[in-house]
């Protein structure tokens, strides 16, 4: 289960970074290499499209994992109330 106990906040104040939840959920460290390359220049280079890709590609692996982990608990306290931004 996630540590913490609460689906409300397990990280305490600040959310976790993309690549601390694929760390700590999926146990695999995202290359973040080409985060601060040049993002205004294009064309963009086969990295940085893959880098850009592959967020959606793990949010939905994360979106997996936590829906294991949390099921009907995080939809109830969702439910009630519990706002993401």
């Known amino acids: 289960k996630l540590q913490g106990g609460s689906v409300k906040n397990p990280w305490n104040k600040n959310p976790p ?3 601390t939840c ?3 959920l999926l146990g695999r460290r995202l290359d973040k290499r080409a985060q601060c ?3 205004a220049r294009r064309p963009l280079s086969p990295g940085q ?3 850009a890709a592959l ?3 793990v949010l939905l692996r994360l979106q997996a994992r936590l829906e ?3 099921g009907d608990e995080l939809v109830e306290e969702l439910e009630g109330g519990l706002s993401i931004n």
């Open 55 to 57: 967020d959606a590609v």
């Open 17 to 19: 970074s993309l690549g």
């Open 37 to 39: 390359s040049d993002w």
């Open 68 to 70: 294991e982990e949390v």
């Open 22 to 24: 694929c760390a700590a």
């Open 49 to 51: 499209v893959e880098y």
